[in-house]
């Protein structure tokens, strides 16, 4: 007996709104799929927080401060 493989249900693509394809779900196409990888590595997908400041980092080594 053949094994059954059950299929992601279609749904809209999350960049341009075409029904997505099982190659690249949840997207439609390479174009949608490069699209978000490049948001992802260029930060355009970031939850904002505090402001970090500049001297909240831990001195490196020979840069302590000797009183």
């Given at each position: 007996?053949?094994?059954?493989?059950?299929l992601?249900?279609?749904?809209?693509?999350?960049?341009?709104?075409?029904?997505?394809?099982?190659?690249?779900?949840?997207?439609?196409?390479?174009r949608?799929?490069?699209?978000?990888?490049?948001?992802w590595?260029?930060?355009?997908y970031?939850?904002?927080?505090?402001?970090?400041?500049?001297?909240?980092?831990p001195?490196?080594?020979?840069?302590?401060d000797?009183?």
């Open positions: 007996m053949a094994e059954v493989i059950r992601k249900p279609t749904r809209p693509c999350p960049i341009c709104g075409k029904p997505s394809t099982q190659a690249f779900h949840p997207f439609c196409s390479a949608c799929q490069d699209i978000d990888l490049n948001r590595l260029s930060g355009g970031v939850i904002p927080g505090e402001a970090v400041e500049e001297d909240d980092h001195p490196e080594r020979g840069e302590e000797e009183d």
